[in-house]
Each structure stands twice: as structure tokens, then as C-alpha cells.
């Protein structure tokens, strides 16, 4: 049984910070990627950024330069720093955990944390 806990988000002020993470647990399990999904009201989930085992990541252009994604590998734990964030920023922000399974990759999902900006 794979687990994820996310913790961290919040409200902020445009122009502040944040930081959300998301512990993985489970047994004997091998990792692809794990990283960040949003998904603001109305609108469709969204890549926030991804970082594989591998040591790849892949940010949305829209949050480039502004969120840093890293992992602790040893705690399968991911962090996501949010920084000069905005009000188009909120949403509710999904931890997303692939795994191998065999030749396949297979998605986990959080429960949501919330970010609100306000301006």
C-alpha cells in the first residue's frame, strides 16, 4: 500500500513564500518521478514540476524561476519552495508520486494542500 502526506501550504500575500512536501511510504517500491500537480478552480490539473530518479526535473514555464523542487531521497520525501508566488498561484496543489511496476509506470496521488495568494 503506497501512502503520500503532503504537508505545508497555506495563505499568503503576493510576493511571499511557501513550501509543501510529501512523504512517500510503502514497501519495496522503485521510483520514477515524483513531483507536483495544481489544480485551480474551474480549471484543468496542471504540471508544476517533476523530478525523476534520475535527477531530471520539468517545470510549467508559468512557475520557472520562481518554485524549486528537490527530493531526500534517503525519506522518499518531496519539497516544492514557492517563492515570489502570486495570486494566479492558488490552487490546490496535488503531490504526485510514479512508480515502476514491472515495465509500467503507475501514478499515486495526495490528498491536496492548499495555496491561496492573495493580492
Known amino acids: 500500500q503506497v501512502q503520500l502526506v503532503e504537508s505545508g501550504g497555506g495563505s499568503v500575500q503576493a510576493g511571499g513564500s511557501l513550501n509543501v512536501s510529501c512523504a512517500a511510504s510503502?514497501?519495496?517500491?522503485?521510483?520514477?518521478?515524483m513531483g507536483w500537480y495544481r489544480q485551480a478552480p474551474g480549471k484543468q490539473r496542471e504540471l508544476v514540476a517533476l523530478?525523476?530518479?534520475?535527477?531530471?526535473?520539468n517545470y510549467a514555464d508559468s512557475v520557472k524561476g520562481r518554485f524549486t523542487i528537490s527530493r531526500d531521497n534517503a525519506k522518499n520525501t518531496v519539497h516544492l519552495q514557492l517563492n515570489s508566488l502570486k495570486p494566479e498561484d492558488t490552487a490546490v496543489y496535488y503531490c504526485?508520486?510514479?512508480?515502476?511496476?514491472?515495465?509500467?509506470?503507475?501514478?499515486?496521488w495526495g490528498q491536496g494542500t492548499q495555496v491561496t495568494v492573495s493580492s
Open positions: 523530478l525523476t530518479d534520475g535527477g531530471r526535473t
Open positions: 510503502g514497501r519495496g517500491f522503485s521510483i520514477y518521478a
Open positions: 504526485n508520486l510514479v512508480l515502476w511496476r514491472g515495465t509500467n509506470l503507475i501514478d499515486y
